[in-house]
């Protein structure tokens, strides 16, 4: 296996991390990232093999688990019960749970709010050059995922600033400064919460987290513990990723001047799978091997951490020919952005219905959207969006 060396904090590399796909993916299924000190999986075929098979997961093995040290105990305590970071048996309840209150009749009937949402925060937009981010795709997604859960508006500016502390904590180059914010986050985000849960209660609406409180299969429910955690899940996973796949994919359509497919509805769809697939906002999850196991060549040994490199597998000239063209009407095939496997994102229909939503709204209001300054990509890995996407209308 080659061994390819790129330091994850490069400025160059976070600008545009595709280039090192490509020779990664050209050295082989799997390659050895120096920095990460771990193997990788680059093509669409690895990725995809390695996050469907039962023998590696996100739980780290019993034996290899680190004392955890105690000023950041909150923040793992609410990472104990998150179904993103369990197994089976605990991942198949938590999952089973929570699916039960997300249906898809329930995202669905989230598109005439969105529409409406989307149409107030255009239609808000100033005259002279404007951040997109700021304007549309960090207010939207937020506002979306707080009314599912019925998680009270007036506080999404603390929903987004409690959830950009604590993703903090998966960042590359992680400080003790980051690792303070985020424990403080998670604290603010917690006692928050207990009060909302506790009230809502003793009033059930027509809401997720009412529908959360009462769920249950098999005479079992979810605990005050889980509950928060899953809370917590719901609304960091529920917006961070959506407010980058609308920047980058509004920054790819302007870019190449294809505002007309975002107001085709016989494209919409494959536009949105070519958003979702081209610039994705998540570019690299680990698992463990749980036993010994062979693959394309490689001997995993129990405990070994390999990375699925997501972006990689998207941009896989194999499946996705011609790759790093950005089309809209190209075939959909299934990209690897909403992960595979048991954790496959439960949230993808929503963030679809956020996308095919908001691009027509957003493109029909503006037809001679341009880039007002050249945008650059924030200098973090863990999350490959943009600092700001100045645009005008
Ligand atoms: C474009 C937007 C989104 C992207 C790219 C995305 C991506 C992902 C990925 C890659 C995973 C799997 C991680 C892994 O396998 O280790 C995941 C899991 C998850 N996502 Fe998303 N997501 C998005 C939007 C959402 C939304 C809107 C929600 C919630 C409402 C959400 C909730 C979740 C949850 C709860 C999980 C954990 C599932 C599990 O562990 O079984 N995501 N997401």
Redesign the pocket.
């Known amino acids: 296996m080659d061994r390819l060396s790129q330091s994850p904090t490069d400025p160059a590399f976070v600008q545009d991390p595709y280039r090192f796909y490509a020779c990664a993916r050209a050295s082989g299924d799997l390659v050895f990232w120096e920095e990460y000190g771990m193997v990788a999986a680059t093509t669409h075929r690895a990725v995809n093999a390695i ?1 469907r098979d039962r023998r590696f997961g ?1 739980e780290i093995p019993p034996e290899l688990a680190q004392p955890v040290p105690e000023r950041l105990a909150p923040f793992y305590a609410v990472e104990a019960h998150s ?2 970071e369990l197994e089976p048996p605990r ?1 198949t309840r938590l ?1 089973g749970l ?1 699916v039960r209150a ?1 249906t898809t009749a329930r995202i669905e009937a989230m598109a005439p709010d969105i529409d409406t949402l989307a149409t107030r925060l255009v239609s808000a937009f100033p005259e002279g050059p404007f951040d997109l981010l700021d304007a549309l795709a960090r207010p939207l ?1 937020v506002t979306v ?1 707080a009314r599912l859960l019925g998680v009270p508006e007036d506080r999404t500016s603390d929903l987004l600033a409690w959830s950009n502390a604590m993703v903090g904590m998966y960042q590359a180059s992680r400080t003790r400064e980051t690792e303070d914010a985020a424990v403080a986050a998670t604290l603010a985000f917690r006692a928050y919460l207990e009060e909302v849960i506790g009230n809502r209660r003793t009033a059930l609406r027509d809401d997720l987290l009412s529908r959360l409180i009462s769920a249950e299969a098999d005479g079992d429910r979810l605990s005050a513990d889980e509950l928060v955690s899953t809370v917590i ?2 609304l960091n ?3 961070e ?2 407010v980058h ?1 609308i920047g980058n994919g509004v920054k790819a359509i302007v870019e190449r001047g294809l505002g007309s497919a975002a107001r085709d509805p016989a494209l919409l769809p494959t536009l949105v799978e070519e958003v ?1 697939r081209h610039d ?3 570019h690299l ?1 680990t698992r463990y091997a749980y036993e010994e196991v062979e693959m394309f060549g490689h001997r995993f040994r129990r405990g070994e951490q390999v990375a699925c490199l ?1 972006a990689s597998a998207n941009r896989d000239a194999t499946v996705f020919p011609e790759s790093d063209r950005f089309d809209p009407a190209r075939p959909i095939v299934t990209n690897a ?3 595979a ?8 229909p ?2 679809r219905l ?1 996308l095919s939503r908001t691009l027509p709204i957003l493109f029909a209001a503006c037809r001679e959207l341009q880039i007002a300054n050249s945008p650059r990509y924030a200098d973090i890995y863990h999350f490959h969006g943009l600092e700001r996407l100045m645009l005008t209308c």
């Open positions: 996050l996100r179904m993103l991942h999952r929570v997300f997604p995922i899940l719901l996973a529920g917006h990723a959506t796949s979702l994705p906002p998540l999850f997501l952005s909403f992960g496997g048991l954790h496959f994102c439960i949230g993808a929503l963030a956020e």
